[in-house]
C-alpha cells in the first residue's frame, strides 16, 4: 500500500515510490538530474565529483556489450541518495530497498536484474583511481588491491556538463542498440 509520506517528487513533476517502484515513473532525465547533483564519497573529495561522472567514466571502462549496463550501475542513487559502501555494508534493508529500485531501473531499460562482475570489477577500478585523484591522501588500505587505478587524471565536471554528457551517452548507447 502507497501511503502520503512515502514518496518524493521527481525532476519532472513524477510521484516515486522507494519502497514500491514503478519502472513506468523512472525516467532517463531524472536519473541523469540526480546523478549530476549528487557528490560522490557522501561529499568527501577534495572538490565537487558527481555520481553522474563516475558513471560516464565506469561506462567507458567496460565492453561494448556492458557499456549501458556501466553507465546505468549506479541509477539507484537518483532514487535512494549515495550511500557510501561502508554504511551499505551494514544496512542489508538499505540494499534491499536499492535492489528493488534497480530491478524497476532494469525493467525500464531492458537491462539484467544483477550487475554484471565486468561492471563490478570497472566500478572498483575508477573507485581507486577516484582516491588517487579525488580524495584526501590516506595510508590506509580500501580492501580493493585487485582494482589497478586507471592511468588517466580524473578532472571533476560541473553537474550542468555531467548531466548533459550523461543524456549524451545514454541517448547513443540506446541508439546504437536500436541500429543493430
Known amino acids: 500500500m502507497k501511503h502520503s509520506n512515502t514518496w518524493f517528487l521527481t525532476t519532472t ?9 514503478d519502472p513506468e515513473q523512472i525516467q532517463i532525465e531524472d536519473i541523469a538530474h540526480a546523478l ?29 556489450d556492458l557499456r549501458l549496463v556501466g553507465l546505468m550501475h549506479d541509477a539507484t ?12 555494508n551494514v544496512l542489508p534493508e538499505f540494499k534491499e530497498l ?14 539484467p536484474d544483477e ?14 583511481t577516484e ?15 585487485h582494482a589497478k587505478p586507471l592511468e588517466g587524471i580524473i578532472t571533476p565536471w560541473p ?12 541517448n547513443f548507447l540506446t541508439h546504437t542498440a536500436k541500429l543493430a
Open 36 to 64: 549530476s547533483n549528487l557528490c560522490r564519497f557522501g561529499g568527501h573529495t577534495r572538490e565537487f565529483y558527481s555520481v553522474a561522472q563516475h558513471s560516464v567514466l565506469v561506462s567507458q571502462n567496460v565492453p561494448d
Open 115 to 128: 550487475i554484471p562482475p565486468e561492471v563490478k570489477e570497472a566500478d572498483d577500478v575508477l573507485l581507486m
Open 13 to 21: 513533476g513524477r510521484q516515486f515510490w522507494p519502497a514500491s517502484p
Open 77 to 88: 542513487e537518483a532514487y535512494c541518495g549515495d550511500m557510501i559502501r561502508p554504511l551499505k
Open 159 to 170: 553537474p550542468l556538463n555531467a548531466e548533459g554528457l550523461f543524456l549524451c551517452h545514454f
Open 98 to 111: 536499492e535492489n528493488g529500485i534497480w530491478k524497476a531501473i532494469a525493467k525500464r531499460f531492458g537491462l
Open 131 to 145: 582516491r588517487r585523484d579525488l580524495m584526501p591522501v590516506h595510508p590506509a588500505p580500501w580492501g580493493l588491491d
